[in-house]
């Protein structure tokens, strides 16, 4: 990206003045270098979103930022419904809700070592992975709609999760005022046989070594101890999630001159949140948010029923559940006053700071769990929600590490079947259907997520709290 | 901010598809004399990201109609229709009978069930995107059709 556009607002931040019909300025968040580093696409898409109607304060990226569709990912922007602000089909992304979750299991890495080899074997086998791949529940319609209204809640009262997890998931397992009518009947066609499935490209299970403890009161507060093993899910909402972009994203961008929108380009498709596209939209949307919550929820108690084979103590209690791909309404700080807003986090994650009354109880004096997701063999990292990330960016954090490097470049630098043995070097045991697939998300295909994370504390979006390094990674 | 996007060169006449690079997804490309040719080029190319086309046996086949206003819609429906069906019925294609005129594109589309030995998926498509969505005739029958597909 030429950084000579920009204005720099720290060693860390960067913005872009509003300009060619920007109607708020652009922020990048992170350091010179990752900003060097990103596409130019990145600047382009979040001056873009900026553009959009009713767009508050400003249009932020992430120091995770990469190249999307529309919006940027790692993008974060939110708008204000009575001012004519927009909802957007490309703001949230084709996998809503994909996020992550972590369990605890207090169990230590020798106990792992000791059986790495068949409990990844059995992970592998028991939780459906990859194209292809069937989950064991078939969901009538009835089932489905319950399902889309419910969430992990659903899940639970179904025997797939336990009451106390709910706590510990995002909006307590289940985004309210979805509407399962909004559905389609090829949304729900292809969700019939994907719950409990994890899904294939960047999603992963892996039981991870804490290895580092950079904050260890909010660390204990999170039950997270050094020399103590996790497990880490990242998925989301499958197939449904995906043909409800699909369908949206086409309406949003074929409807939008007779809406009145002039779109700064057809990929950040959008509709008013008062009208009735925009109303559709958010109804479907908010079920694909509690198809992955429920999802993950599976996923999680499937994770439990290996663990319960291997190990006594297989409760694997959830730390936190927390989703990326998002269009949720929340009261935020805005010119001197509070406004409800639309806030689209793509490829973000919330980050509320300690005190914050949306949080869960137990957590609320340490902030928001933010869990980031490494690439196999880089490791993974859990911040906090700090109270400065509500004026920075909404509240709002980066999710991963980000790509660098397209699929393509990936799989000529390097050979899934060499990936594997490289990793099963260091002690990670990878299992995937597809050594390709290992190939195109080898760790050095991720930007450095230290560097990330480091740039995401320095922004005061988010504090650091633990380094997780992979033992097992189950790969779709 | 970015210039545009040069029209890319067809590649050989025995691989008439490619992939074009994306940071976080996968562009396909799909060449041909005909609009027709080009989307089932376009179809190759989004199946070579999941396997190799070649190694898709044709035993069963699905039909697919579908209308649109423009031809870059009817090649992003066209792309979106093919995910769909390889999702809910647990397929994958590797050859394709097309024919478009007026809008509508009526399609034959040859795979078998995914097979996780032999077909060996590296990536599971969610949706065909409007990043990079074109469909032109570059020179007199020379049909280019192309999109980034998020994976």
């Not at chain 1, 969901?139 to 336990?162: I, K, P, Y």
């Not at chain 1, 935020?332 to 509320?352: E, I, Q, S």
């Given at each position: 990206?030429?950084?000579?556009?920009?204005?720099?607002l720290s060693e860390s931040a960067w913005r872009l003045s509003p300009r060619d019909g920007?109607?708020?300025?652009?922020?990048?968040?992170?350091?010179?270098?990752?900003?060097?580093?990103?596409?130019?696409?990145?600047?382009?898409?979040?001056?873009?979103?900026?553009?959009?109607?009713?767009?508050?304060?400003?249009?932020?990226?992430?120091?995770?930022?990469?190249?999307?569709?529309?919006?940027?990912?790692?993008?974060?922007?939110?708008?204000?419904?009575?001012?004519?602000?927009?909802?957007?089909?490309?703001?949230?992304?084709?996998?809503?809700?994909?996020?992550?979750?972590?369990?605890?299991?207090?169990?230590?890495?020798?106990?792992?070592?000791?059986?790495?080899?068949?409990?990844?074997?059995?992970?592998?086998?028991?939780?459906?992975?990859?194209?292809?791949?069937?989950?064991?529940?078939?969901?009538?319609?009835?089932?489905?709609?319950?399902?889309?209204?419910?969430?992990?809640?659903?899940?639970?009262?179904?025997?797939?999760?336990?009451?106390?997890?709910?706590?510990?998931?995002?909006?307590?397992?289940?985004?309210?005022?979805?509407?399962p009518a909004e559905v389609s009947e090829f949304a729900r066609k292809r969700q019939r046989?994907?719950?409990?499935?994890?899904?294939?490209?960047?999603?992963?299970?892996?039981?991870?070594?804490?290895?580092?403890?950079?904050?260890?009161?909010?660390?204990?507060?999170?039950?997270?101890?050094?020399?103590?093993?996790v497990v880490t899910i990242h998925c989301g909402s499958r197939g449904l999630g995906h043909?409800?972009?699909?369908?949206?994203?086409?309406?949003?961008?074929?409807?939008?001159?007779?809406?009145?929108?002039?779109?700064?380009?057809?990929?950040?498709?959008?509709?008013?949140?008062?009208?009735?596209?925009?109303?559709?939209?958010?109804?479907?949307?908010?079920?694909?948010?509690?198809?992955?919550?429920?999802?993950?929820?599976?996923?999680?108690?499937?994770?439990?029923?290996?663990?319960?084979?291997?190990?006594?103590?297989?409760?694997?209690?959830?730390?936190?559940?927390?989703?990326?791909?998002?269009?949720?309404?929340?009261?935020?700080?805005?010119?001197?006053?509070?406004?409800?807003?639309?806030?689209?986090?793509?490829?973000?994650?919330?980050?509320?700071?300690?005190?914050?009354?949306?949080?869960?109880?137990?957590?609320?004096?340490?902030?928001?769990?933010?869990?980031?997701?490494?690439?196999?063999?880089?490791?993974?990292?859990?911040?906090?929600?700090?109270?400065?990330?509500?004026?920075?960016?909404?509240?709002?954090?980066?999710?991963?590490?980000?790509?660098?490097?397209?699929?393509?470049?990936?799989?000529?630098?390097?050979?899934?079947?060499?990936?594997?043995?490289?990793?099963?070097?260091?002690?990670?045991?990878?299992?995937?259907?597809?050594?390709?697939?290992?190939?195109?998300?080898?760790?050095?295909?991720?930007?450095?997520?230290?560097?990330?994370?480091?740039?995401?504390?320095?922004?005061?979006?988010?504090?650091?709290?633990?380094?997780?390094?992979?033992?097992?990674?189950?790969?779709? | 901010?970015?210039?545009?996007?040069?029209?890319?060169?067809?590649?050989?006449?025995?691989?008439?598809?490619?992939?074009?690079?994306?940071?976080?997804?996968?562009?396909?490309?799909?060449?041909?004399?005909?609009?027709?040719?080009?989307?089932?080029?376009?179809?190759?190319?989004?199946?070579?990201?999941?396997?190799?086309?070649?190694?898709?046996?044709?035993?069963?086949?699905?039909?697919?109609?579908?209308?649109?206003?423009?031809?870059?819609?009817?090649?992003?429906?066209?792309?979106?229709?093919?995910?769909?069906?390889?999702?809910?019925?647990?397929?994958?294609?590797?050859?394709?009978?097309?024919?478009?005129?007026?809008?509508?594109?009526?399609?034959?589309?040859?795979?078998?069930?995914?097979?996780?030995?032999?077909?060996?998926?590296?990536?599971?498509?969610?949706?065909?995107?409007?990043?990079?969505?074109?469909?032109?005739?570059?020179?007199?029958?020379?049909?280019?059709?192309?999109?980034?597909?998020?994976?």
């Amino acid at each position: 990206m030429d950084i000579s556009r920009l204005e720099k607002l720290s060693e860390s931040a960067w913005r872009l003045s509003p300009r060619d019909g920007m109607r708020a300025p652009a922020i990048i968040y992170a350091a010179e270098t990752l900003v060097s580093e990103m596409d130019d696409k990145v600047l382009e898409q979040i001056a873009n979103v900026a553009k959009l109607p009713g767009v508050a304060r400003a249009a932020y990226a992430m120091p995770d930022a990469h190249w999307g569709y529309g919006f940027p990912i790692g993008g974060v922007a939110a708008f204000d419904a009575d001012e004519g602000g927009v909802v957007s089909a490309g703001g949230v992304g084709f996998d809503v809700s994909c996020g992550v979750r972590t369990h605890l299991t207090g169990l230590t890495p020798d106990q792992i070592h000791a059986v790495q080899d068949d409990l990844a074997a059995a992970l592998y086998e028991h939780i459906p992975v990859g194209l292809g791949a069937e989950g064991e529940l078939r969901l009538d319609d009835q089932e489905m709609t319950a399902m889309l209204s419910g969430g992990a809640r659903w899940a639970v009262e179904r025997g797939f999760g336990r009451e106390e997890d709910l706590l510990r998931i995002e909006e307590r397992g289940r985004a309210v005022d979805a509407d399962p009518a909004e559905v389609s009947e090829f949304a729900r066609k292809r969700q019939r046989r994907e719950m409990g499935t994890l899904g294939s490209g960047n999603h992963y299970l892996e039981v991870q070594e804490v290895v580092d403890i950079f904050d260890p009161v909010v660390a204990e507060g999170y039950g997270l101890k050094r020399g103590e093993c996790v497990v880490t899910i990242h998925c989301g909402s499958r197939g449904l999630g995906h043909q409800i972009g699909t369908e949206f994203l086409r309406e949003m961008a074929v409807s939008a001159p007779a809406l009145g929108i002039a779109l700064p380009d057809r990929e950040l498709a959008c509709a008013p949140i008062k009208s009735d596209l925009g109303r559709r939209y958010l109804g479907a949307m908010r079920s694909a948010i509690n198809c992955a919550l429920a999802n993950r929820e599976i996923i999680g108690h499937l994770t439990r029923q290996v663990f319960a084979r291997f190990f006594q103590h297989g409760e694997l209690p959830l730390m936190f559940d927390v989703s990326h791909n998002t269009c949720k309404v929340e009261r935020h700080a805005v010119d001197g006053g509070t406004r409800d807003l639309y806030v689209h986090r793509k490829g973000a994650t919330r980050a509320f700071g300690p005190g914050d009354e949306r949080l869960p109880e137990s957590l609320r004096a340490f902030g928001q769990p933010v869990l980031i997701g490494g690439s196999m063999g880089t490791g993974s990292f859990v911040l906090a929600g700090v109270t400065t990330s509500e004026e920075r960016a909404f509240s709002s954090a980066c999710h991963g590490a980000g790509r660098r490097m397209s699929r393509h470049a990936a799989t000529r630098m390097w050979g899934g079947r060499q990936v594997v043995d490289d990793l099963r070097a260091q002690g990670i045991i990878v299992k995937s259907p597809s050594m390709r697939g290992v190939a195109e998300e080898a760790p050095g295909a991720y930007k450095d997520v230290g560097a990330v994370v480091d740039s995401a504390e320095a922004s005061g979006l988010a504090k650091k709290v633990a380094f997780l390094r992979p033992m097992i990674c189950v790969k779709g | 901010m970015s210039d545009p996007p040069a029209i890319p060169s067809p590649p050989a006449p025995s691989k008439r598809w490619e992939h074009f690079p994306h940071d976080a997804d996968l562009g396909i490309r799909g060449f041909g004399a005909t609009p027709a040719q080009a989307f089932e080029q376009g179809a190759l190319a989004l199946v070579a990201a999941i396997t190799d086309p070649a190694l898709v046996r044709g035993a069963e086949t699905v039909e697919i109609e579908r209308e649109a206003p423009s031809l870059d819609l009817l090649f992003l429906d066209w792309l979106n229709a093919l995910i769909f069906e390889m999702a809910e019925r647990r397929m994958i294609f590797g050859t394709f009978d097309i024919k478009i005129g007026k809008g509508r594109l009526t399609a034959r589309a040859h795979g078998e069930a995914v097979s996780r030995d032999r077909h060996a998926p590296a990536v599971e498509p969610k949706g065909a995107t409007f990043t990079e969505l074109a469909v032109a005739e570059d020179s007199p029958g020379q049909w280019r059709a192309q999109c980034v597909v998020d994976v």
